[in-house]
């Protein structure tokens, strides 16, 4: 399956939302009857925890019920994952999930649900980036400095994630793969804490996520050296890629999504999807998804599904060939 690229999905986001007639199905109409909880796998103040309080609240409004965040983070998300799996499919209880939480997970360790079978796509939320930072008093001004002096003095430096298969994460291994290095990975349970020994200069660098670590680059407590997706990102312009630092092929993306409990009937998903839409094309909401590093990409659930196939189209050849495995 070809791989759908963020360029894709922005451009047909722009679509109208096919959203079915309800028909006789008025059994939805009074949805939602209460407020709606979204369950966070991870720690407040991360970057999953800032893109949903950025669009929840509007969203709430636009649904006529409050939208409650709920975190409870733990293995890599998997806990909200199945707490949101097992909840009842009528609308109400719904998971922010990553490419870790969504893709990654399931290749890499056991879990008690599988996401493709017992999760629908609602839409995806947010495109985010991270960015390759390190504290300042390090030396490092680029990705060749950083790369050189991990070379110098293999398996000493470290770097931090939230989580295994997190999009940090596989940025981290990705760099060692393509850069010949050798270095420490230190997982935390939130790009919170994340950012908190990076500051303190605990851990040498990390592929943070854009929400965790823009506010203290931009105020000069921590150095960017890049980003690494394949082109710039325009909210960081100046920032080279991993690729334009000496690294050729490092391309590492992701994104956040909405998914419901499979069972949820088509109206209400496409009733979410349709408010998310409108929520994130809220001019407010938008600018506090960018001063954060985000972008709102919402998608229709086919697209969402689509995207979902091809992720983990991408990245299992890599997790097999790098044989990583949680127990």
Known sequence: MPRLT?????????LPLAVPALGP?????????????IVVGFTPGGATDIAVRAFGPRMGEILGQAIVVENRPGAGGNIAMEAVARSP?????????TIGTLVINPMVMRMPVDPLRDLLPVSIAVDLFNILVVPMDRPWRSVADLVAAAKAAPGTLSWGHSGIGASPHLSG????????????????????????????GRIDYSFATAPSV?????????????????QRSRLL?????????????????????????????DAIVNRLSDAMRQALGDAEVIATLNRNGLEPMATTPAQFATAWQAERV??????????IRVE
């Not at 963020?6 to 722009?14: C, D, V, Y």
């Not at 499919?89 to 999930?97: I, Q, V």
């Not at 823009?214 to 394949?230: H, I, K, N, S």
């Not at 991408?314 to 044989?323: C, M």
Request: hydrophobic fraction near 45%; charge should be positive; glycine fraction near 12%.
């Open 6 to 14: 963020r360029r894709a999905l922005i451009a047909t986001a722009a």
């Open 25 to 37: 199905a008025l059994a939805q109409e009074g949805f939602p009857n209460r407020s709606i909880r």
């Open 89 to 97: 499919a009528d609308g109400h209880t719904l998971l922010l999930g």
């Open 173 to 200: 291994l990705m760099l060692d793969r393509l850069a010949g290095i050798e270095t420490i990975g230190v997982s935390y349970r939130g790009g919170a804490q994340v950012a908190t020994d990076l500051l303190a």
């Open 214 to 230: 823009m506010q203290y680059v931009e105020t000069g407590r921590l150095r960017a050296l890049a980003v690494p997706t394949a």
């Open 237 to 265: 312009p100046h920032v080279p890629t991993v690729a334009e630092g000496g690294v050729p092929g490092f391309d590492v993306a992701s994104w956040y999504a909405i998914t419901a409990p499979r069972g949820t009937p």
């Open 314 to 323: 991408k990245w299992e050849p890599v997790i097999r060939s790098g044989n």
